[in-house]
Nanobody, 114 residues
Framework: QAQLVESGGKLVQPGGTLRISCVGS????????MLWYRQAPGKEREWVGT????????NYADSVKGRFTMSRDNGKNTLDLQMNNLKPEDTAVYFC???????WGQGTQVTVSS
């Protein structure tokens, strides 16, 4: 069955950079749009960004635009999120999601703190 596994989350200082990844299996990764979401403590899950199946189109939430970049490698079934100039308000559990099939990963914790 479809499976998504995120990795790479850790503690980072404000202004720092971090790259997190998501690996898909059990479905045709290259056929589907992929998304990143995040959920901060006590808040609802929010959309971060979307990337097209071929990786040529991406759009982002205003809160991360210009700082975060999504990319994918369909040969390796991987989805990455490069995060620059991190802020404390970026602290959250980050989830990847495939659109078809509609499936979520278990999340990876990103903490931005000095």
């Amino acid at each position: 069955q479809a499976q998504l596994v995120e990795s790479g989350g850790k503690l980072v200082q404000p202004g720092g950079t971090l790259r997190i990844s998501c690996v898909g299996s059990g479905f045709t990764f290259s056929n589907t749009v992929m998304l990143w979401y995040r959920q901060a403590p006590g808040k609802e899950r929010e959309w971060v960004g979307t990337i097209g199946a071929e990786g040529d189109l991406a759009n982002y939430a205003d809160s991360v635009k210009g700082r975060f970049t999504m990319s994918r490698d369909n040969g390796k079934n991987t989805l990455d999120l490069q995060m620059n100039n991190l802020k404390p308000e970026d602290t959250a559990v980050y989830f990847c999601r495939s659109l078809s099939p509609d499936h979520w990963g278990q999340g990876t914790q990103v903490t931005v703190s000095s």
